[in-house]
Every structure is written in C-alpha cells, then in structure tokens.
C-alpha cells in the first residue's frame, strides 16, 4: 500500500493528485486515529502522519489537510506574530495549498483570491511572470515552493512586489540548501534526470543558498528572517513534526 501511495504522488500530474485528494483525505485519517501527532492547521490528532517527498520523508504529511512541516510552522508563525486571522485585508494565494485553501477561504476578514497555472482551486490561470493585476492591489500574497520553478526568478519576485500595496507583505518560502552559500544555478541543465540530480527534483531549475534573502532584497523587498523554531519547546516541535531548519522570510514592501 505504502509502495502504490508513493508511485501515485511521483507519477500523477499535480492538477489531477489535488482532485484525487479530496477522497483521499475523507477516508485515510481513519486509519491513522491516534494522538501520537496534532495538526495546528485542522486541529486533527493522529497516531502519526504520512511519509513524503522524493526522499520519503517520515511523518510529515497530515492525512486530513495535507499539510507539511512548512505548513504547520507558517501558521504557528501568523497565529503568534502577525494579525493575518483577524485584519481585513485583499490576499492573493499563487499555487494554494491544500492545507491553507479552505481555511483561508472560510476567513471573513480576507478577500481572498487563488492564481496558478493549471491548479483546479485556483481562480485566476496565470504566469507569475507577468501578473494580470494593477499595481498595488493586495494587502498580503502567499507564494510558497514555486519560485525553484520558474525560468526568471527574479522577474516574478519584481512581479510580486508590483502587486503589493505599500506596508504589504508576502510569504515566498522556498526549498533552501543550507550547505550552499550562493544560489546554484546553470540554464544548460535542462535534462529532467540531470535536474533532478543538481536541483533535487526533476521541475526544479535551481537550488537556493543562504543568498535568498539578498535575491529577495535586491528587487525590493525587506526581508526579515523568523526562526520561530528557536521559541518552541522540543516537545511542541516533535508533536507538530516540525522541521528544525524551517526560516520563515517575511518580506514587506515599504
């Protein structure tokens, strides 16, 4: 079984594993009852959670939400440090995850619109490249583990400040090699096999190093880096299955 789930998640286009998950989360947090592990985003307890990932990550992916390490910390950290559950604000969401996606849409202090393009939840099919959205638009926009994707980077970093009302904020969160001081990247790898071996994944066209945040600066953006991590106890972190590593880059357009 554990075999047919990860052949399934390598193997099935994103947009149709988001269709399939519905069903999925309706029946297998019952065959994880326990309370082992809790989910800060559902508020499920588990007896434990899902493996992930190309590396097969252990316990991590919440059978109800479908939320990651990532996850869990993104929301411990606008729970305790922002005002995002309670102000009134516009937010665009590139690339929702699942996880976030109904809850976000259930807020009633969010305007809350989704963009991807070809994601069945989003509202707005689109290229992060060129945003079809006037200047300062949105109060808040979320766009997690996309940017390792796209072909100019930097232009849809300039494009995500475009869009962001003065004051605003955004959550760019990407995979970071914390053994790499610079960005590794080289546009003559366009062999999927050889990007997975130098990215980690095969639709990966660079690594991030320490240098991301001086990426995110350079076109404008504040950047404060969170490590909520260190404020946690280890019991906190074993019972979330948090990742220990995880910054948070808050970047504010001022």
Known sequence: MKSIYHFLLENIPRKYLIRLSFLFTKISPFL????????P??????????S???????NVLCPKCLSLERHRLLNLFLEAKTDFFTK??????????QCFYTKFKKQKNLEYITADLESPIADV???????????????VLFCNHVLEHIEDDKKAMSEVLRVLKKGGFAILQVPIE??????????????PSEREKHFLQKDHLRLYGLD???????????VKEENLIQ???????????????EIIYFCKKI
């Open 231 to 245: 404020e946690l106890s280890e019991e906190l972190i074993e019972k979330y299955r948090l990742d220990k590593t």
């Open 212 to 222: 991301y945040p001086k990426r995110l600066e350079s076109v404008g953006f504040k």
């Open 125 to 139: 099919k689109m290229d992060i490249q060129k945003m079809p959205f006037k200047n300062n638009e949105f109060d």
């Open 32 to 39: 994880l009852k326990g309370d082992k592990v809790f989910c």
């Open 88 to 97: 009134k604000q516009k937010m665009l969401h590139i690339a929702p995850e």
């Open 52 to 58: 992930y990932g190309v590396e097969k990550r252990e």
């Open 178 to 191: 914390n053994k790499l001081k610079k960005t590794y990247e080289d546009k003559n790898i366009t062999e």
């Open 41 to 50: 985003i559902c508020k499920n307890s588990f007896k434990k959670f899902l």
